[in-house]
Protein backbone atom coordinates (compact mmCIF):
# COMPACT_ATOMS: atom_id res chain seq x y z
CA UNK A 1 0.00 0.00 0.00
CA UNK A 2 2.97 2.33 -0.76
CA UNK A 3 1.52 3.43 -3.71
CA UNK A 4 -0.73 7.48 -3.08
CA UNK A 5 -4.18 6.99 -2.27
CA UNK A 6 -4.09 3.08 -2.19
CA UNK A 7 -5.25 3.38 1.86
CA UNK A 8 -8.07 5.28 0.98
CA UNK A 9 -8.92 2.70 -1.82
CA UNK A 10 -8.26 -0.19 0.72
CA UNK A 11 -10.60 1.99 3.26
CA UNK A 12 -13.57 2.67 0.89
CA UNK A 13 -13.43 -1.05 -0.32
CA UNK A 14 -13.44 -2.86 2.99
CA UNK A 15 -16.05 0.00 4.17
CA UNK A 16 -18.38 -1.19 1.33
CA UNK A 17 -17.60 -4.72 1.77
CA UNK A 18 -18.65 -4.40 5.49
CA UNK A 19 -22.09 -2.49 4.34
CA UNK A 20 -22.75 -5.35 1.93
CA UNK A 21 -22.42 -8.21 4.34
CA UNK A 22 -24.91 -6.42 7.31
CA UNK A 23 -27.36 -5.69 4.48
CA UNK A 24 -27.42 -9.55 3.44
CA UNK A 25 -27.43 -10.38 7.12
CA UNK A 26 -30.42 -8.32 7.53
CA UNK A 27 -32.61 -9.42 4.47
CA UNK A 28 -31.53 -13.18 5.01
CA UNK A 29 -32.99 -12.54 9.12
CA UNK A 30 -36.30 -11.94 7.07
CA UNK A 31 -36.03 -14.58 4.76
CA UNK A 32 -36.28 -12.15 1.79
CA UNK A 33 -34.22 -12.92 -1.48
CA UNK A 34 -31.91 -10.41 -3.17
CA UNK A 35 -35.36 -9.69 -5.56
CA UNK A 36 -37.49 -9.23 -2.77
CA UNK A 37 -35.31 -6.65 -1.32
CA UNK A 38 -34.74 -4.91 -5.06
CA UNK A 39 -38.42 -4.50 -5.24
CA UNK A 40 -39.26 -3.56 -1.84
CA UNK A 41 -36.25 -0.74 -2.00
CA UNK A 42 -37.21 0.29 -5.41
CA UNK A 43 -33.95 -1.12 -7.11
CA UNK A 44 -32.62 -4.29 -9.28
CA UNK A 45 -31.76 -7.47 -8.58
CA UNK A 46 -28.29 -6.63 -9.85
CA UNK A 47 -27.96 -3.72 -8.09
CA UNK A 48 -28.50 -5.60 -4.59
CA UNK A 49 -26.09 -8.25 -5.86
CA UNK A 50 -23.44 -5.96 -6.33
CA UNK A 51 -24.06 -3.95 -3.26
CA UNK A 52 -24.17 -7.18 -1.23
CA UNK A 53 -20.93 -8.28 -2.51
CA UNK A 54 -19.23 -5.35 -1.64
CA UNK A 55 -18.76 -4.24 -5.50
CA UNK A 56 -20.56 -0.45 -4.94
CA UNK A 57 -20.41 2.51 -2.52
CA UNK A 58 -23.24 3.41 -1.56
CA UNK A 59 -24.90 6.76 -1.62
CA UNK A 60 -26.74 7.90 1.11
CA UNK A 61 -29.62 7.82 -1.23
CA UNK A 62 -29.05 4.19 -1.44
CA UNK A 63 -28.44 3.24 1.58
CA UNK A 64 -31.44 5.40 2.80
CA UNK A 65 -33.51 3.10 0.38
CA UNK A 66 -31.86 -0.15 1.61
CA UNK A 67 -32.75 0.50 5.64
CA UNK A 68 -36.18 1.67 4.64
CA UNK A 69 -37.29 -1.27 2.85
CA UNK A 70 -35.65 -3.72 5.80
CA UNK A 71 -37.12 -1.00 8.14
CA UNK A 72 -33.82 -0.38 9.80
CA UNK A 73 -31.84 3.26 10.67
CA UNK A 74 -28.33 3.62 9.42
CA UNK A 75 -26.23 4.63 12.22
CA UNK A 76 -22.37 6.80 11.53
CA UNK A 77 -20.23 7.04 14.31
CA UNK A 78 -16.60 8.67 13.77
CA UNK A 79 -14.23 6.50 16.68
CA UNK A 80 -10.87 8.29 17.50
CA UNK A 81 -8.32 5.53 16.41
CA UNK A 82 -5.84 6.70 19.54
CA UNK A 83 -6.67 8.58 22.43
CA UNK A 84 -7.54 12.45 22.13
CA UNK A 85 -5.34 14.41 24.31
CA UNK A 86 -7.30 17.03 26.58
CA UNK A 87 -8.57 20.19 25.27
CA UNK A 88 -6.60 23.23 25.89
CA UNK A 89 -8.98 25.52 25.66
CA UNK A 90 -7.89 27.87 23.09
CA UNK A 91 -8.77 27.36 19.49
Excluded at 2 to 21: C, D, F, K, M, Q
Excluded at 35 to 58: C, K, Q, W, Y
Aim: aromatic fraction near 4%; charge should be neutral.
Amino acid sequence: MAESGAHEAYEATRLAYELGRAVRELREQRGWSQSALADAAGMTHSAIARFEAGGMVPTVNVLERLTRALDTEVSARCVPKRPVPPHSGTA
